[in-house]
């Protein structure tokens, strides 16, 4: 809030004078929220590259799935990133709420509906899911926002934005989260049943990204209640983690293993 301790949102590049003397340096501050969102941003800028030339090699296409939501996650982090770096404003909010809030959930979800579902079904929804998540970003784009930024705290979206791109970004990522969760638990009971060791390894991967997704979830419940940059950017790096562990765990096990436990 605009009472906090003005020195905890200052970032790198904005310097104060060295405390080692009145000399001419000036001295970079680099608080833990922003090694926090880099390290965030970084992580999963790699993991969306891992991914990716994952699916160049296979032609899954929930690895493709999973690398533009990883990609998404990296736009995400990048814009807290830059927040945290320069001070928050109109210009990284609105990109941090697109790509981290309202995106990259939805795509997220895509991956679990091409493990589970036949592939035509799967593209029907794939098709359905980016005419809305277009929708969602036009509104998110269009939409004014307030002046009230602290330039050392993340806001919450009612501080900045109307109904319309905070009804968007609960939409999408409660119900891509259900797909997620609940696609990842299903898929995991069915997988165990199979009693081979491919279909432990999907099992394990299912379970990896549903943990994932219930860290990230818990990273907007932090934002949302305590208002807290600190423990966001800290679930953002473990619940990438863990859906990129979980990413190359299950599809390490192969389409068919998956469709034999369904």
Excluded at 135 to 142: F, N, T
């Amino acid at each position: 809030m605009a009472g906090g301790n003005p020195d905890v949102g200052l970032a790198v590049g904005l310097t104060r004078g060295c405390e080692h003397g009145p000399c001419a340096l000036r001295c970079p501050i680099v608080t833990f929220q922003v090694a926090a969102a880099a390290t965030a941003a970084l992580i999963s800028l790699a993991f969306t590259a891992t991914v990716f030339e994952r699916w160049l090699d296979r032609r899954q296409p929930q690895d493709l799935a999973w690398s533009v939501a990883l990609g998404l996650f990296a736009l995400g982090a990048g814009s807290m990133w830059i927040g945290a770096s320069i001070g928050w404003s109109a210009g990284p909010f609105r990109a941090f709420y697109l790509f981290g809030a309202v995106l990259n959930v939805p795509i997220l979800a895509l991956g679990t509906v091409y493990l589970l579902a036949p592939r035509r079904q799967a593209d029907r929804i794939a098709g359905v899911t980016v005419v809305m998540c277009a929708l969602a970003a036009g509104v998110v784009l269009a939409s004014p926002m307030g002046a009230g930024f602290a330039v050392d705290e993340l806001p919450r979206g009612s501080e900045v934005f109307g109904a319309g791109p905070r009804i968007a970004a609960a939409v999408a990522s409660s119900l891509g989260a259900l797909v997620v969760i609940g696609g990842s638990l299903w898929s995991t009971v069915r997988l165990l049943k199979v009693r081979s060791p491919a279909a432990r390894r999907g099992a394990l991967g299912n379970v990896l990204i549903a943990v994932g997704a219930i860290v990230l979830s818990l990273g907007g419940v932090l934002n949302s209640v305590v208002d807290e940059m600190t423990g966001f950017s800290v679930t953002l790096v473990a619940g990438i983690a863990l859906i990129f562990a979980g990413a190359l765990t299950a599809t390490g096990s192969g389409r068919r293993t998956v469709a034999a436990g369904s």
